[in-house]
């Protein structure tokens, strides 16, 4: 089961999630609450393991300024987490091994998922970052051959339930860890890891 925390803001976030067993981090270029320069996630990115998943989140930001911003800040992958094309995907994915592409469950998008240029797809609320969920049975209209990566909503108490109710490849959480925006709870974090992975899924 893959694991990502986003909206990361903080260093001792970062080496938390990292502790606890988190197999991504995200941090957010696009305008939210948790948006952080590339100069902050540098310098965090410079104290991770060498090998750990960093994710740039991104929205209807030009390829060009994405990829120049993933260079800048040392970042291995990115999520694009807005209405981009299947060109502009498309664009990014041919400069980058680890993208995903954000759609909103029940959307037009969400259903031809499978034409971007990616296989890595999150299923998020139509407010993204808000902690608010939505009807999993709308998953159903989402293309099978996809790697679903299931957020909007998730907390420490329903991960394990929606996992078993959807058998998504990942789960990604942000509020749903949160003391405040982009300041994390670490207990949270590691019960969401744990519960997350003891899932009676095996993906």
């Known amino acids: 089961m893959f694991v990502k925390i986003c909206g990361i803001t903080r260093l001792q ?7 606890h067993g988190a197999d ?26 060498i090998d750990f998943l960093t994710i740039g989140v991104f ?7 994405v990829i120049e911003i993933v260079g800048q800040a040392n970042l291995r992958g990115v ?29 037009d998008e969400a259903k031809m998922a499978d034409q971007f240029a990616t296989d890595m ?9 808000s902690g608010t969920s939505y009807d ?3 998953l159903r209209e ?14 420490v108490d329903n991960v394990s339930m929606s996992i078993r109710a959807v058998s998504p490849w990942g789960v ?4 749903g860890v949160e003391s405040a925006p982009g300041i994390k709870d670490h207990a949270k974090m590691r019960d969401f890891i744990s519960n997350a992975r003891s899932s009676i899924i095996k993906t």
């Open 79 to 107: 999520q694009l987490h807005g209405q981009e094309s299947i060109q502009e995907v498309a664009e990014v994915a041919t400069k980058l091994d680890f993208v995903v592409k954000s759609v909103v469950a029940g959307s």
């Open 59 to 65: 929205r209807d930001q030009p390829a060009h300024e």
């Open 121 to 129: 797809i999150l299923v998020d609320s139509a407010t993204p970052g």
């Open 136 to 138: 999993l049975n709308l």
């Open 24 to 49: 991504a981090i995200g941090f957010i270029f696009a305008e939210s609450k948790r948006k952080v320069s590339f100069s902050i996630v540098r310098e965090i990115i410079q104290q991770l393991p």
């Open 142 to 155: 989402l293309p099978a051959n996809v790697r679903l990566i299931l957020s909007g909503g998730l907390t």
């Open 13 to 19: 976030d970062a080496l938390c999630a990292v502790e």
């Open 172 to 175: 990604d959480v942000s509020s």
